[in-house]
């Protein structure tokens, strides 16, 4: 028998339910189970959907920046906080040479299309591991609990591999993008078995 059980908490449910909804989930397609659609790229020619490779399913984004390069995916939010937030994503590295960076990244704005005042960026931190498929393990990245300023009116959530000096280079993957109010984000369910 199969029995189910949320990621950190001590007690379990013996029922089969291996579906998460999307709860507060603000980010449209951050899984990229298919595409890349809702997300726009400052450089196309760096951007593209790998459908093989994914954190914890296969469906990702594809980032490579070359030397001296700054390449990424974003998305505007509409959001006015009710209180803190929680925001994360996974990453995972292809390839890489000199200092480069992973950053995942939200701005947030005094209006709702993503091009008014910065009130404020923040950039996650690792937060643990997330196993993908075909076995792969990817880096976690996260802000828990995490402050708006009161007047945030969207929220620019951005993915980027960045490449800043000559000989730096970025080839990663992006998958499971969340951002929402505290509390609110989908819980992985782990499976084990009863024998």
């Not at 509409?78 to 994360?88: E, H, K, L, Q, R």
Request: hydrophobic residues 45%; negative net charge; glycine residues 12%.
């Amino acid at each position: 028998m199969k029995a189910w059980f949320l990621r950190g908490m001590a007690s379990v449910a013996l029922m089969p339910m291996a579906m998460a909804h999307a709860g507060g989930d603000r980010v449209v397609n951050g899984a990229f189970v298919t595409d890349l659609s809702g997300w726009s790229a400052n450089a196309p020619s760096g951007v593209s959907f790998d459908a093989a490779d994914g954190a914890p399913l296969a469906g990702s984004a594809h980032l490579v920046a070359p030397a001296a390069t700054t390449v990424f995916l974003s998305q505007c939010v509409a959001f006015t906080p009710a209180g803190p937030i929680d925001f994360f994503g996974s990453s995972l590295a292809l390839a890489a040479s000199g200092a480069p960076s992973a950053v995942l990244r939200y701005t947030e704005y005094d209006n709702a299309t993503c091009n008014g005042s910065v009130l404020g960026a923040f950039n996650a931190a690792v937060v643990g591991t997330e196993s993908g498929s075909g076995g792969t393990t990817w880096t976690r990245w996260g802000l828990q609990n995490a402050p708006l300023s009161a007047s945030t009116r969207s929220v620019l959530i951005g993915i980027y591999a960045i490449a800043s000096q000559p000989g730096d280079a970025l080839d990663i993957l992006w998958d499971h993008i969340q951002f929402g109010p505290s509390g609110t984000l989908p819980v992985e369910l782990e499976s084990f078995t009863i024998e």
